[in-house]
């Protein structure tokens, strides 16, 4: 329903999508898979690439149990643009504020050094948000406390609103290039 409010848990990488394009943005860094990660020099390049997938069971249950979701899209391959518009009635869209969450260091490097826009980004990659939650704007409090509740809970932001416009858009995408 218009008004109903995008909330976005936060991923722990990659997700296992967009390997094409991170193979080919690797290649044209010169780096190796086993090279230092230029974002974290705790760990290699690889091992950083394959961050295992967060998993939002645990987190995420409480509130499907007191009724708190109306939708849910796990952002995979096709990033927001192909993933949201599948848990919605045809007639409806949403606006993603990509300014109200930090891109990860791993997507900010993919993005420079791969020379990709925001917006393909944004069609690829889950560019740091793994699950966006669609909750009544009368219960977006409640959800959120309930998903930040467990000690291990992935960050949770507001990042859009259902609108009755068909499609994805994707607001203050010029955030990420900074």
Request: hydrophobic content about 40%.
């Amino acid at each position: 329903m218009p008004g109903d409010v995008l909330l976005g848990i936060a991923s722990s990488g990659l997700h296992s999508n967009g390997f094409s394009l991170v193979r080919k943005v690797i290649a044209l860094t010169g780096l190796s898979y086993s090279s230092s990660c230029p974002w974290d020099e705790h760990k290699s390049l690889a091992l950083n690439l394959l961050e295992p997938t967060r998993i939002y069971v645990k987190q995420v249950l409480p509130a499907a149990r007191e009724g708190l979701l109306k939708g849910m899209s796990h952002i995979t391959g096709g990033g927001f643009t192909e993933n949201i518009p599948r848990v919605l009635p045809k007639e409806m869209g949403v606006w993603i504020d990509a300014s109200a969450w930090q891109l990860p260091p791993v997507f900010r490097f993919l993005m420079q050094h791969g020379g990709i826009e925001p917006s393909e980004m944004a069609r690829t990659f889950n560019n740091g948000i793994g699950l966006v939650i669609i909750v009544g704007r009368e219960n977006v409090e409640r959800t959120m406390e309930v998903l930040q509740g467990p000690s291990d809970a992935a960050a949770v932001y507001r990042i859009g609103e259902v609108t009755d416009t068909t499609g994805v858009e994707m607001r203050n995408l010029e955030h990420w290039s900074r």
